[in-house]
């Protein structure tokens, strides 16, 4: 991929896509699959901050429906019928419960959620309900019964984050473009006023060579106001990022296989507590922060807060000692009235800002619609950059690993490759082996991720490519060499190499779970 990034010749790229996560990954295939000639560079792992970090749900968003904005639930549930066709291996469907604890709770929210069904219409699951309290605790066992009097139910669906990132890249290839990580942009080029590519730095070798493109796309998240600053220094800031915490639990504390969703919580946000690959997600918080940071802490407030809103909805009372990993990630929430204080407040819809130079700056959105976020940015991209005019074919477009029958198309992160994968499961004696007792992951994956996946650490396998990290992050930490082990002799790397990889990895680890 580097080598294909470089060897441009005398032709540039036609779409330079500066960010790998859910926006520039998007933006990278809408483009490709339209047939541009479309590069991608990040500069450190796809989908290494917020795009790994989200509450792993692809929805239509309940709590934008009750506060009216219609318009942006209606895109995203069509978003979310796209996605479970598309990728199936990746996406599924999950009923959620909302439990009624007032007189008044069940009908209101029975209602808001008939309005979200009819608003699914064709691209709609399974119709919402109504749920006796026998019913409810059927469905939650461990929900506080005290109080309880019934509940409504609905489907939604859930994904996971990083992967979907990995094989939006690995799609991108498919179509022919360029996806390259570990790749920083460090300049913009520029012809008089005109942007007309980068000026990268090859983080694993420190070379800075010039990638020259018709038209660059800012899709850097919660960096983005890096990168206008580097077009124009007086750029006046778009963001308002804002900090959500989830915490991760052992499947005791909600053993069904249904999610919870609480309309209300004491900061005015929706509380989710989603199964995930074995695990309970508990999230989330909304607390602004005054600068992006690559691996943002939680805040102890924050900690609090999530055990003790589980604690009043679960009869099982987590406490720290129980919480498997803890990870935050920052929305890049565009700014909008001064007067909307709280980020709880500001705008999830993206936004789209195309600069005196031509630098097109894609902003805010969220994972379900990053599919029509990249069709928004393409349309415009291509008219900074005169390329043909040529249609959207993304809604329709089978993501890599699409599987149409059978296990294949399970749930699982590798659909159609799953043979492939078995196949080098058995190259090796122990490679079919369990990573580790805890984790739902084999050897063999490791190799898979260093030899198909653009691995190049131990955190790319550890965090993203699987999800070791955030399903047990000391569980993780001990098969730390183990990774390193096999990435050094995958990658050709030394054992001074393998001792740096355990002890990075480390120090992001240790930031993963409560002392």
């Not at 479309?38 to 796809?46: P, R, V």
């Not at 999800?467 to 790397?493: K, T």
Request: one cysteine or more; aromatic letters at 6%; proline letters at 6%.
């Amino acid at each position: 991929m580097l080598a294909r990034l470089l060897d441009g010749g005398e032709q540039p790229w036609d779409v330079l896509v500066v960010g790998g996560g859910a926006s520039g990954l998007g933006t990278a295939v809408e483009a490709a699959s339209r047939g541009y000639r479309t590069a991608l560079i990040e500069g450190h792992d796809f989908a290494k901050a917020t795009s790994s970090r989200s509450t792993k749900l692809v929805h239509g968003g309940v709590r934008y429906l009750q506060r009216g904005n219609v318009a942006l639930v209606l895109e995203a549930l069509r978003e979310r019928g796209r996605l479970l066709r598309n990728a199936p291996h990746l996406v599924r469907d999950l009923p959620f419960v909302v439990p009624s604890y007032d007189w008044w709770e069940a009908p209101y929210y029975g209602a808001g959620l008939k309005l979200y069904d009819l608003l699914a219409g064709r691209m709609g699951l399974k119709p919402s309900h109504h749920l006796s309290r026998e019913e409810t605790l059927d469905q939650i066992p461990t929900l506080e019964p005290e109080g309880l009097r019934g509940g409504v139910v609905y489907q939604d669906a859930q994904f996971d984050d990083a992967r979907l990132a990995v094989t939006l890249a690995l799609t991108l290839a498919d179509l022919g473009g360029v996806a390259v990580n570990y790749v920083s942009a460090v300049g913009l080029i520029k012809e008089g006023d005109l942007v007309r590519g980068a000026r990268v730095r090859d983080e694993e070798t420190g070379n800075e060579p010039e990638v020259r493109a018709k038209v660059v796309v800012n899709a850097t998240g919660v960096f983005a106001d890096g990168l206008r600053r580097m077009d124009d220094p007086t750029s006046p800031p778009l963001l308002a990022p804002s900090q959500g915490v989830h915490l991760v639990l052992d499947r005791r504390f909600q053993p069904g296989e249904s999610a919870i969703l609480v309309p209300h919580t004491d900061d005015g946000r929706v509380l989710f507590a989603v199964p995930w690959h074995g695990r309970v997600v508990v999230g989330t918080t909304d607390t602004p922060v005054a600068e992006p940071a690559l691996e943002p802490r939680p805040l102890p407030e924050e900690i609090e807060f999530l055990l003790q809103h589980a604690a009043r909805y679960l009869i099982r009372d987590p406490g720290r000692a129980d919480v498997l990993s803890v990870f935050a990630g920052l929305r890049p929430l565009v700014r909008g009235n001064r007067a909307a204080a709280r980020t709880a407040a500001l705008s999830r819809d993206h936004t789209l800002l195309v600069s005196p130079s031509g630098l097109v700056t894609l902003a805010g959105g969220k994972w379900t619609t990053y599919r029509r976020m990249g069709e928004d940015t393409v349309d415009h991209a291509a008219m900074v950059a005169d390329l043909d005019e040529r249609p959207s074919r993304t809604a329709e477009l089978r993501l890599h690993g699409w599987a149409g029958e059978g296990p294949l198309r399970e749930w699982s992160g590798y659909g159609a490759d799953t043979p492939a994968l078995d196949r080098l499961a058995a190259e090796r004696p122990g490679w079919d082996e369990p990573l580790h007792r805890n984790l739902p992951y084999r050897v063999c994956e490791v190799v898979w991720a260093a030899r198909h996946e653009m691995a190049r650490t131990v955190e790319d396998v550890l965090a993203r490519r699987t999800r070791s990290l955030l399903l047990d992050a000391r569980a993780s930490m001990e098969i730390a060499p183990r990774v390193a082990a096999l990435l050094a002799e995958e990658l050709g790397w030394d054992e001074e190499w393998q001792r740096r990889q355990v002890a990075a990895y480390g120090e992001v680890a240790r930031g993963y779970w409560l002392d």
